[in-house]
């Protein structure tokens, strides 16, 4: 009682400190954006009304989510040419409950998630396809490709795209208690650590679901400076 009394007198004598204090903790954590478009009308990412907070997404402590509004043959266009790089402790998806799915198509520029977990396939249907020069590049956190169960998440990174896993305390999962799939089509896949004590390595079917990477005409390099990294068949079954 008396530490509320205290409280509410200092909120009274200093409203404009509080208020400032309020707005710098709410930004620490960054804003959400969740696709609220339609991608048969605008499918680009950098159209500000196409998102919830009324301003396409900005390199930041942010996340986001795309779980409505697209499909396979009409995906979220990322074509900004430029890096875009989510760095909160948060976690962004495409396809969150079963109901859900989310279409990202990766054309030009990097899309980075330099912290966090990021799940394509939750429990709904997640799909990425990076290509014309694209990149997806995780670097801390983990990447989940069919998380929960009835998840599907599929990566495809066709010729002249690249996906990045690293550099210190990454990795991806590919299928866990869903199924995950990656795509190589005349690509590459660079398992990547630069750290001294890292852990960033892939695992192909840790639960109840199944993984899948299939290689056409592509590369996955395991390649550390000072790390030896590691991809998993199988992992936990």
Same mark, same amino acid.
């Given at each position: 009682?008396? +530490?509320?009394?205290? /409280? =509410? ?7 404009? /400190?509080?208020? %400032? ?27 500000? *009304? ?8 900005? #390199?930041?402590?942010?996340? +986001? ?14 074509? #900004? !040419?430029? #890096? ?7 976690? *962004?998806?495409?396809? &969150? ?9 990766? &054309?030009?520029? @990097?899309?980075? =998630?330099?912290? !966090?977990?990021?799940? @394509? ?18 670097? &801390? ?15 495809? @990174? ?26 190589? /089509?005349?690509? *590459? /896949? ?7 004590? !890292?852990?960033?390595? %892939? ?23 000072? @790390? ?10």
């Amino acid at each position: 009682m008396v +530490f509320e009394k205290s /409280f =509410f007198r200092f909120v009274e004598r200093f409203p404009a /400190f509080y208020l %400032v204090s309020c707005l710098l903790a709410g930004s620490a954590y960054g804003a959400v954006y969740t696709w609220v478009g339609d991608t048969l009308v605008n499918d680009d990412w950098s159209e500000d *009304s196409n998102w919830s907070t009324s301003s396409a997404p900005v #390199t930041g402590s942010h996340t +986001f989510n795309i779980n409505t509004g697209s499909s396979e043959a009409n995906p979220v266009v990322f074509d #900004t !040419g430029a #890096t875009t790089s989510f760095g909160s402790i948060g976690v *962004s998806m495409l396809g &969150n409950n079963s109901s859900d799915s989310g279409f990202l198509r990766i &054309n030009s520029g @990097v899309l980075e =998630f330099a912290a !966090g977990q990021q799940y @394509v396939g939750d429990s709904g249907i997640g799909h990425i396809n990076i290509e014309n020069g694209g990149t997806l590049r995780k670097l &801390n956190g983990r990447l989940y490709l069919g998380n929960s169960a009835g998840g599907l998440g599929t990566i495809t @990174v066709n010729a002249g795209g690249s996906l990045i896993s690293g550099t210190s305390n990454g990795g991806m999962i590919i299928g866990g208690a869903g199924d995950g799939i990656l795509n190589l /089509f005349g690509s *590459s /896949f660079l398992i990547s650590d630069t750290s001294s004590g !890292g852990d960033n390595r %892939v695992d192909v079917g840790t639960s109840t679901g199944q993984g899948l990477i299939d290689i056409r005409d592509g590369i996955i390099d395991a390649n550390s400076a000072t @790390v030896p990294q590691s991809l998993l068949i199988g992992a936990d079954t």
